[in-house]
């Protein structure tokens, strides 16, 4: 079955960075898009960053470009989010995703605060 496991968040001061990865299983993963999304407190889950199958033509909500990078490596079957100069408003529970595929991961919490 389709497993997503995240991991690398944590408590980091505002303008810090935290990178974010995620061991997919259970499928092709190197025929898929991935994608990052985040859901914080009494809020919907975003989008937040997208990447084609190849690695190529990332997109970013408007809210995290500049400052958020998606790369993958199939080869590891592991999609990452590198996150820089991260703000109070990034604090969520971030989780990885096949947009082709319905299953989620537990998601790992990032909190932005000093």
């Known amino acids: 079955q389709v497993q997503l496991v995240e991991s690398g968040g944590g408590l980091v001061q505002p303008g810090g960075s935290l990178r974010l990865s995620c061991a997919a299983s259970?499928?092709?993963?190197?025929?898929?898009?991935m994608s990052w999304y985040r859901q914080a407190p009494g809020k919907e889950r975003e989008l937040v960053a997208s990447i084609s199958a190849f690695g190529a033509d990332p997109s970013y909500a408007d809210s995290v470009k500049g400052r958020f990078t998606i790369s993958r490596d199939n080869a590891k079957n592991t999609v990452y989010l590198q996150m820089n100069n991260l703000k109070p408003e990034d604090t969520a529970v971030y989780y990885c995703k096949n947009p082709w595929l319905s299953d989620w991961g537990q998601g790992t919490q990032v909190t932005v605060s000093s």
């Open positions: 259970g499928f092709t993963f190197s025929s898929y898009p």
